[in-house]
T-cell receptor, first 112, second 114 residues
Framework: GENVEQHPSTLSVQEGDSAVIKCTYS??????FPWYKQELGKRPQLIID?????GEKKDQRIAVTLNKTAKHFSLHITETQPEDSAVYFC???????????FGTGTQLKVEL | GAVVSQHPSRVICKSGTSVKIECRSL??????MFWYRQFPKKSLMLMAT?????????EQGVEKDKFLINHASLTLSTLTVTSAHPEDSSFYIC??????????FGSGTRLTVV
């Protein structure tokens, strides 16, 4: 089955700096890779996603890159703000279907 | 966008009792609903996939007799934790998938078994 690894588990940055979170996956049939932000006790919120036929996608301060050959994808947040502090999860579809496998999560803390 | 309503948001129950969690799709029909559990500071782990009108498919290691899933209509899927024990205490969350909206999550249910 799909295995999604995520690093780092915790990340502290200064306000205004960039943050990068990386994930690797094992299932070559995976074709959809969303990133979620989750605040304590809340539902995951989609912040950006990418499909396997695209190498990069950007939405304002957030970008995702995908390297299908190496089976890894990364989340880039620029100009970080305190409100970006949360847990971020990457995910990948399993076997090309609709089941999602989540990464282990990254606790991002943006310090003033 | 699509909305999934999940209830209750919090529930405390005694050991040995059963708890039902409901997820309703409010403005769309969900033929499939995914159920996850999340332990504190951990990731979301897929438990099972409920399919309208047919049996749910469970992930390896998930007891189907312990976690009963019913998907009797296109707008309602339920998860019942039977004979709950303290180790079942967790955050349970459902999700539906739509081609136009991607994955939509319920608001989650915090279950505490005492």
């Amino acid at each position: 089955g799909e295995n999604v690894e995520q690093h780092p588990s915790t990340l502290s940055v200064q306000e205004g700096d960039s943050a990068v979170i990386k994930c690797t996956y094992s299932d070559s049939a995976s074709n959809y890779f969303p990133w979620y932000k989750q605040e304590l006790g809340k539902r995951p919120q989609l912040i950006i996603d990418i499909r396997s036929n695209v190498g990069e996608k950007k939405d304002q301060r957030i970008a995702v890159t995908l390297n299908k050959t190496a089976k890894h994808f990364s989340l880039h947040i620029t100009e970080t703000q305190p409100e970006d502090s949360a847990v971020y999860f990457c995910a990948g579809t399993r076997g090309g279907g609709n089941k999602l496998t989540f990464g282990t999560g990254t606790q991002l803390k943006v310090e003033l | 966008g699509a909305v999934v309503s999940q209830h209750p948001s919090r529930v405390i129950c005694k050991s040995g009792t059963s708890v039902k969690i409901e997820c309703r799709s409010l403005d769309f029909q969900a033929t499939t609903m995914f159920w996850y559990r999340q332990f504190p500071k951990k990731s979301l782990m897929l438990m099972a996939t409920s399919n309208e009108g047919s049996k749910a498919t469970y992930e390896q290691g998930v007891e189907k007799d312990k976690f009963l899933i019913n998907h009797a209509s296109l707008t309602l899927s339920t998860l019942t934790v039977t004979s709950a024990h303290p180790e079942d205490s967790s955050f349970y969350i459902c999700s539906a998938y739509l081609d136009r909206d991607g994955y939509t999550f319920g608001s989650g249910t915090r279950l505490t078994v005492v």
